[in-house]
């Protein structure tokens, strides 16, 4: 008999391995793909924005709207200060970008995963890949075994690490939900929160490959403003994305139930629209004989003129000579570049979603120790627990948080009731 078995491989799963073996428990690691931590491999693009660098408690669980209440205890116990020494301490330093995201040093997410398997086989964790489990199996109102195929493991405490429905390609496939549904547990539907949107425009579609830094993006509702965000942005072959769009993609899926949701795009947040006037008039005076579509390329960046370009020709005639443009043009193209028009046509799926919302909520838990309220030697991490956040860091230190939390729990508990 094992002392813990955790079903998962992933981030928050080989925390609690990690750490429950870390701390005298004899432990089963179970995970149905051939390899560990499919889902982090693809992190961040590759990259793997391991946390976020605001390490006052408080202010770090506000990021999670509804839910910052119930996860002080949990970031008091392991939050972003235990992240960075957790990963520094073991050779992989972290480096901090804009918006507080941190990295690896590396900027791999291959290196990330190297630490955290390094600590599960020194741990002594017991390691069996390509093994789904198939039943659990009940006994007196708490978990006796789970069955994998013909295979039967026991043990006295259990954690489910088995993720949520997004990225369903890397194996989160809601196994964790069904079975949890089973043992009576609530499950709020899951919802793609953290997702890039599509929009109509075949514009946009040309620009797929291209980010623009520091834009301003205003959604709308029957042409009436609702909210504005700025940030980054990158344009794909379907639609929109990047930390601006992904950040804004819960509230819009909200306008999206009650009616057509537009947008525009400022390109030149920083400048009002007299100043912008007087730029443009700055750069046709310094190309006089050029045609005004060969000069699209001056006042805006060189990978969204096609775009701009061709918004440009539904407005004006783009062969014209720039001598020849008048006042009333200018203020067009000013216009123009202060809002792009775009109407989003929907949120993509569960395969794009960085992260999805759904999963356990948190009532059901007591989250100083992760364990169920409703089974009493389970606990639970990562994404099966209903929380919405944003991205930036904040779905990996949930997993890192959660995953040493469960895993010091279960020794605690299963102490108390020897």
């Not at 992989?92 to 970008?97: F, K, N, S």
């Not at 912008?276 to 001056?298: H, P, S």
């Amino acid at each position: 008999m094992y002392d813990c078995i955790v079903i998962g491989g992933g981030a928050s799963g080989l925390m609690a391995a990690g750490r429950a073996a870390e701390v005298g428990q004899r432990v089963l690691l179970l995970e149905k793909n051939r390899s560990l931590g499919e889902k982090l491999k693809i992190t961040g693009n590759g990259r793997c924005n391991i946390t976020n660098a605001e390490f006052d408690v408080r202010t770090f669980a506000k990021a999670y709207g509804a839910s910052e209440q119930f996860l002080y205890s949990l970031f008091a116990q392991f939050g972003v200060a235990e992240t960075f020494e957790f990963f520094e301490s073991r050779g992989l330093p972290l480096v901090v970008e804009e918006r507080k995201r941190a990295f690896p040093h590396t900027f791999n997410a291959l290196d990330v995963l190297r630490v955290l398997e390094e600590y599960v086989r020194s741990s002594g964790v017991e390691l069996r890949l390509g093994t789904a489990v198939t039943r659990i199996e009940m006994s007196d109102g708490s978990i006796k075994a789970v069955h994998c195929g013909k295979e039967r493991h026991e043990a006295r405490s259990f954690i489910f690490s088995t993720g949520s429905v997004s990225h369903p390609e890397t194996g989160s496939t809601g196994d964790g939900f069904t079975w949890l549904r089973e043992l009576g547990h609530t499950i709020v539907t899951p919802t793609p929160t953290v997702v890039p949107l599509a929009v109509k425009e075949e514009w946009v579609t040309q620009l797929a490959g291209v980010t623009l830094p520091n834009m301003q993006i205003t959604f709308q509702v029957g042409g009436k403003k609702v909210f504005s965000k700025r940030g980054s942005l990158l344009f794909t072959h379907f639609g929109l994305s990047g930390p601006l769009i992904l950040n804004s993609a819960s509230a819009v899926a909200d306008l999206l139930r009650s009616d057509t949701v537009t947008a525009a795009i400022d390109l030149f947040p920083t400048l009002d629209l007299g100043a912008l006037e007087r730029e443009i008039i700055r750069i046709f005076d310094a190309n006089k004989n050029k045609i005004l579509r060969n000069v699209c390329g001056e006042f805006v960046t060189g990978g969204v003129a096609k775009g701009v370009l061709m918004l440009l020709e539904t407005r004006l005639d783009t062969e014209i000579k720039v001598h020849s443009v008048t006042k009333e043009d200018r203020k067009v193209i000013a216009r123009m570049l202060k809002a792009l028009p775009l109407t989003v046509t929907g949120l993509m799926g569960f395969d794009r979603a960085v992260v999805a919302d759904g999963g356990v909520p948190l009532t059901e838990l007591d989250m100083r120790t992760m364990r169920s309220r409703i089974v009493p030697n389970l606990y639970l991490t990562g994404d099966l627990l209903h929380i919405n956040r944003p991205s930036g860091g904040y779905s990996l230190q949930l997993c890192w948080s959660t995953g040493y939390v469960a895993g010091s729990s279960c020794v605690r508990d299963e102490r108390r009731r020897r």
